[in-house]
């Protein structure tokens, strides 16, 4: 995640980053932070929980700039922060309940912050995630470990809520990952260069249909325009 937001960690070196929704352990917060403060030293962070309990435990784990309080969605910060990471929050809730949630934590952030909501499995093989800023969604990712990848479709089964009963024939989220899928497999020769190769020769065939966004992709990930998968 870091390498996609140097620039306006660049231009807000002291930012605050929130975790939101850090779970039964610290880690997610420490790991972030720590990858962070290699390249930003002065970057703060506060990982948010609704479980005082919680809340408590993670105290006792902190480290220089980072703390962590009780919160939700209203991201009760005394300052507006620059990032927010909303990882597997959302999917407990019904899908026309999301977008009161986003505009919450939007309301939150920062003029040019911006808001990750996704979800990711226990292990980090596979993960999807919406961008947004103050205004709107802006990009969905879908980013995966590619050794032992058979089908990047079966991502399906990780998409935000907004996205994952939307997975059918006739929706543009479906439709895009059954191509993905087809490119994927399309470009199956290229397992003798291994998978990197494969998935950069992935890409580049969706990007003669769809709104790939990055000219360069880190290998695993993929972003794609908001507008061309977001739910009619």
Partial sequence: MLWRYQELLRNNPTALVVDLGFGATSVTTLEMAARFHELFPSLRFTGLEIDPERVKLAATTSLPKVNFQLGGFEVPTPEK???VRAFNVLRQYDEPEVRKHWATMQGRLAADGRLIEGTCDE???RA???ELDTRAPLTLSLGFR???LDDPAEVAERLPKILIHRNTPGNHIHTFLQELSKAWNSHSGYRVFG????WRATVNSLRETWPIVNKNHRDGELTVEWS???PD
């Fill in 228 to 230: 061309a998968v977001a």
């Fill in 128 to 130: 999807t995630w919406i």
């Fill in 195 to 198: 998978p990197n190769q494969r």
């Fill in 123 to 125: 292990i980090g093989r």
């Fill in 146 to 148: 590619l050794q032992g």
């Fill in 81 to 83: 922060p620059l990032l």
